[in-house]
């Protein structure tokens, strides 16, 4: 069964020309940590979410999918 995209991390960061090793320095994270995010292995926790929509400009919401 796949696993769940619960958000759009990966494709938000293509669309605004940005890398993970760019939002890792950003927030102080490691990249490893971004990279897991970014493949939905783990998922940040809204705070950090929210840190991610002001650094790209962007709804908190269209870092998330839709729920079916």
Do not use: F, Y
């Amino acid at each position: 069964m796949e696993k769940e995209q619960i958000n759009r991390l990966k494709v938000v960061l293509v669309e605004k020309g940005k890398t993970g090793k760019w939002l890792a320095e950003q927030l102080g994270k490691d990249p490893s940590t971004v990279s897991k995010w970014c493949s939905n292995k783990i998922q940040p926790s809204l705070e950090i979410l929210e840190k991610i929509a002001l650094l790209l400009g962007i709804d908190r919401r269209e870092l998330l999918n839709k729920s079916k």
